[in-house]
């Protein structure tokens, strides 16, 4: 899998997904919590939001739950520093580390895992989907591309050159 989107945090949320196959609210922190693959918005009241994911089940019962707590996509104050390119790819091919989640174009997290994203045939893709009840994610997706295999090194550089362009995202 890899997925790519443009985006803007727009207001105070926290604990809310922004994008994903999940009906989660709150913390992806175990296999029997009700995701396949995720991105959250966690804890938006400590200097800058945080993006806390991506989340991601697998069929081997492996879990990753990558934090971080750049705030180089977005500053608290105002709400404004977007839009920001998303880069996420997961193959259960590729060597360690094969879960990688990128801003603008550079690496912030990466994990190894084994096995196939966990299926969840009941759960629907969604976008600014469920949170803590401090209302749903609210910002804008600009652009959004997923495919369903890893995207080679060469044409994820030509999508994310292309985007940042478009999107006029500095590095």
Known sequence: ???????????????SNIFGKSNLIG???NNSSDFAWMLNMHR?????????GP?????????SYMTTNNTAIWT????????????????????SPNFIFKINGNV???????????????LDFVIGSQ???Q???????????????????????LLENYLKGKWKIGS
């Open 1 to 15: 899998m890899t997925v790519y989107a443009v985006l803007y945090q727009t207001a105070f949320n926290h604990f």
């Open 135 to 157: 209302n749903r994610w609210r910002g804008k997706i600009s652009e959004f591309i997923i495919f369903d295999q890893s995207v080679d090194d060469w044409n994820d550089t």
């Open 55 to 63: 989340a991601l089940n697998t069929s081997t019962g492996g879990n």
């Open 27 to 29: 913390w992806a922190n």
């Open 108 to 122: 912030v997290r990466s994990s190894g895992l084994t096995g196939s994203i966990k299926e969840a045939p009941d």
């Open 76 to 95: 608290h104050d105002g709400f404004t520093g977007g839009p920001s390119l998303i880069g996420i790819t997961y193959s259960s091919f590729a060597d």
């Open 131 to 133: 949170s803590n009840g």
């Open 44 to 52: 938006a009241d400590f200097s800058g939001h945080k993006i806390w």
